[in-house]
């Protein structure tokens, strides 16, 4: 599972395949605050990252839920929904 957090409060669920809604996703990136992942979502941070990132580099917690805040979030979280779907080139 991934989850963005957003500053109002709000927070959004997401799996890996999921839909994305391109438009309303650029609209509220600027309010992520943190995300967290774990499981398949986690694995598919790690293979863009860390795997043929093509040069991309993020810290990278070790542990089975990780998460990253502000502008690394940001960013993190405009690579897995630059797709049709959720971390999916």
């Known amino acids: 599972m991934y989850v963005a957090f957003y500053e109002n409060g709000n ?5 890996v395949e ?3 809604d391109q438009d ?9 605050e943190w ?4 499981g ?3 694995e598919a941070i790690q293979q863009k990252y860390l ?4 040069g991309y580099s993020i810290p990278m917690p070790r542990g089975q839920v990780s998460r990253w805040y502000g502008d690394i979030a940001r ?6 929904i ?3 779907r959720f971390a999916n080139d």
Do not use: F
């Not at 927070?11 to 799996?15: I, R, S, V």
């Not at 309303?24 to 992520?32: A, T, V």
């Not at 960013?75 to 897995?80: D, E, G, T, Y």
């Open 75 to 80: 960013s993190i979280h405009l690579n897995l």
């Open 24 to 32: 309303r996703e650029l609209r509220y990136i600027s309010g992520i």
């Open 35 to 38: 995300i967290q992942a774990d």
């Open 82 to 84: 630059s797709g049709r």
């Open 51 to 54: 795997y043929g990132n093509g």
């Open 11 to 15: 927070e959004k669920e997401y799996h």
């Open 18 to 20: 999921d839909p994305v």
């Open 40 to 42: 398949d979502e986690l």
